[in-house]
């Protein structure tokens, strides 16, 4: 009887864990955005007090429940050895993905992530405590991106325009998974020591696409943090977190729907084929569609299909490549060259060849073994969940390559996160000696760990179109376009943010400042933050996305643009010359000498991205096609 009762305290503790997180949650969004509102208190003073009075009985509510945990918190007090036993692995993976990512956060938006970020900063400065607001506000760039935005703007709201609060609520996300990340791979493989579950979820959280994109603002990152919560919800029975997660994943893109159909799907294949529950699939059917998950899962198939209809049903036009060009509208279709392009993507870039040769040894292993001996996924505590693992992958694999839209790399950020997750969880049942396992995750995760911030993919640098940026080599494939191109085509890892750093440090030797033009040269995707209404901050002297009175707009134009006559420039300028446009500084010093008088030349050089040349040049008042 007294277990019983332990049984249920613990139950019940769980349970209420879950909804106050839950809660936390909803009511930090809605105090963050009453600290941005201030100003506005007395008018939304019913708000502002309701919000007080949540924050307060939520905070009771924790203090309540620690103050059950008393009896295990004066345990581990005393057992202070054992609770760092217990720990020291999770705190090793919290430090590597503190630190490894912490770098990033002096970076600024660019391209699409600068979209989306002013559609983020739109949404906090016009939200008024309304659903109608936050639904139609926080939908970024006419995405489903609620799930995901509802922490971003939390980071805003107290930060407004300083884009380091997004990146910080994102930080604090990406430890949250990582928590997540290491209970899940420990519950995988109990087997192996905590040596090699730090190891392992370091090395995941090592995928290039995911670190290296990671102050790179978008909604497809969200998909990953809320599948890992999803995950962990599953394997630790966290039904109500289940639910909640399940919609943060459905609201953050698109291909949320998608995420959840596949794992629902994989998850049922999974339970069939290793369940415990029964002694035959259809037992076990049957028991998986009566608990909790199940049931969620069958509807998020449903849905999954009801989205593919939606999109099939309502497309007018396909995209297609005519001309060296792709063009028309989103939705499925059947494209061979476009296929291979994302075919490339999941199969090649950012080592995902070394990967997918780690996983297919594994499963042909694997299966050789279990047909001489049955059980041989005995070592994994949840065999069904590597099977939904692999449903996933396929699902986004065949989603993409069906759904005919923008090749971008970044958009496989989930998919390239669960192949390096499945790798480093069928290692250990394939090879039983656990320091070969601990030393070749590490060398895969070092791998990785580079590959994150510079290119040194041999396969991928000769798959891809690739341009010398000055330091080194950046990939910069389009699909139909047969030239580089830089934008969001480059996002694959972190290298892209070599030329943000470059013209900050220009705009700062130049002493940027009102009257003074920026002027580059004309090639496809050419970088103009000045297109977008960005500024430039005279006091601090780095970007802003947001006027002040010390705040002047950049200005700027392409050299066709002045060729034209389109423009009309000012005094002063400063051209910015990027190798990786394939611009020789002859012929552009050449051209400038038609309009400008070249004052003086420099060099930005960033080591571990690319060389940078600039020109201080002095309007000729009259010369060239410019009077």
Known sequence: MESVGKLDKNRIQATAAEILLILTVLCLFMTAACIDKRRDAIHYLGIFILTGISDFLIAAGWICLIISFRDKLVYFYRERRLLWEKTRGLLGALLFCFFSRVVQLTDTPKWDSLVYYRELMTGCKNFDFTLGSFWDGFALANHPTQGFAIFAAIGEFLNYGGYVGALITQLILNLLMTFCLYKVISKLIPSCSWIYHCIATCTVLSTPLTLGTFSYFQPDAGTVYFFVFVLYCVLYKRNILFVFCSILLALTKEIGIVILGGFGVGLLLGKILFGREGRNGGARFRSFMRSPIGRIGVIACFCFLAYLIYFVASGKRIWTIENDNISGFSTISFQPEYILFRWKQFFILNFSWLIWAGILLAVFYILIKSWKKKGFFVLCTSPELVVSLFVTEAALILFYCSYVTYGLPR???????????????????????????????????????????????????????????????????????????????????????????????????????????????????????WERGVYWDLDEEKLAWYPDKNHVVLRGTERVHLDSGAFVPSAEAVFILTPQFRIVEDVAEEYLKQYYEIRYKGYVDLLLGGRVTFYVCDLISAGGNIE
Not at 431 to 447: N, P, Y
Not at 469 to 493: H, M, P
Not at 505 to 528: F, P, Q
Request: charged share 15%.
């Open 411 to 529: 958009y496989h950020v989930l998919a390239h996160f669960i192949l390096v997750l499945i790798l480093v969880t069928l290692f250990p049942i394939c090879v039983r000696k656990e320091k070969i396992v601990q030393f070749v995750t590490a060398v895969l995760g070092t791998i990785l760990l580079i590959q994150a911030y510079i290119t040194i993919d041999p396969v991928s640098m000769l798959a891809f179109e690739t341009s010398n940026t000055g330091n080194g080599k950046i990939i910069s494939e389009r699909l139909g376009r047969g030239v580089t191109a830089q934008a969001d085509f480059c996002v694959y890892n972190h290298q892209f943010n070599y030329l943000d750093k470059a013209y900050t440090h220009v705009l700062r030797d130049v002493n940027y400042h009102e009257g003074m033009d920026i002027v580059v040269w004309d090639t496809v995707g050419d970088y103009g933050l």
